[in-house]
């Protein structure tokens, strides 16, 4: 059985055929767990992700217990329409338990990710951390927040009016009134070092009029991931297992 839902109905021949264009497609812009890739229908580019087919384990929960990463993202894409990019459509393979699964976008035509300013000393990187904070400070007053807010997730495109940034990889996100400690752990993924993170840290303190405890406690938040993730590597290491 195919689950689906559609933006409009005008992508139902594209939606029924998504195994074959996705198939045909040649543009991969990531291949790793997921495949993701540029697809053409109507003469526009879409992105189409195709999730990893789940372990038989997660197959069952995905079918009776919990909704699939491709529902959760098309559903939390229409609740956050000013932030990601568009969502399009989501198909589920269900025979009889989740096989694969497909969310299609529009292309976000970004110039680049948030890996630029953090790790490739890009020549405007204060503006662009500045311009983040605010971005940032829009979700939270939204009461959104995005659990996996690594740099590869945050697309940007420089504009004439500025910045212009959109998150993706958008299926674990909750929905509710943010407490300080919850905002402040949001920081924390992005690998930054620490004069970047104040440089972050600062902006969005100031339009959300928080003080120093606030910059404080996103650094020692960013700091313990860091330390968490070291260990666990080293661990991996010494297993053998890396
Ligand atoms: N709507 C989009 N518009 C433009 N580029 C996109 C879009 N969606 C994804 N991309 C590109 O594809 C890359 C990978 O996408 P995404 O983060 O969804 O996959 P992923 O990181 O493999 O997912 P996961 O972390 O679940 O394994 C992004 O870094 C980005 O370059
Ligand atoms: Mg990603």
Redesign the pocket.
């Known amino acids: 059985m195919i689950k689906q839902q559609l933006a409009s109905a005008d992508y139902k021949p594209f939606a029924e055929e998504i195994e074959r264009y996705f198939s045909q497609s040649s543009i991969v812009?990531?291949d790793?767990?997921?495949t993701?890739k540029e697809v053409e229908f109507n003469n526009i580019i879409f992105?189409v992700?195709s999730y990893k087919v789940p372990s038989t384990i997660n197959s069952f929960i995905y079918t009776y217990l919990k909704k699939s990463k491709a529902w959760r993202a098309y559903e939390y894409g229409l609740k956050i329409p000013q932030f990601t990019?568009k969502v399009i459509a989501r198909i589920e393979n269900f025979n009889p338990r989740l096989t694969q699964s497909y969310l299609i976008?529009?292309?976000?035509d970004?110039d680049f990710?948030m890996q630029a300013p953090l790790f490739k000393q890009h020549p405007d990187k204060k503006v662009i951390f500045e311009e983040f904070a605010k971005f940032v400070f829009a979700l939270h007053k939204n009461n959104v927040i995005h659990h996996d807010l690594s740099p590869?997730?945050i697309?940007i495109k420089k504009s004439d009016q500025g910045y212009i940034f959109k998150i993706?990889?958008i299926n674990r996100m909750s929905f509710e009134v943010l407490s300080t400690k919850q905002k402040a752990k949001n920081f924390s993924k992005l690998w930054a070092d620490n004069e970047d993170l104040s440089t972050i840290l600062k902006a969005y303190a100031q339009v959300a009029n928080l003080d120093q405890k606030f910059i404080n406690l996103g650094l020692f938040f960013n700091q313990r991931n860091k330390d968490r993730k070291n260990r666990k590597l080293k661990i991996k290491k010494a297993l053998g297992l890396c």
Request: charged share 30%; hydrophobic share 35%.
């Open positions: 812009l990531q790793d767990r997921n993701i992105v992700k990019p976008c529009e292309k976000f970004a990710n590869g997730n697309l993706i990889d």
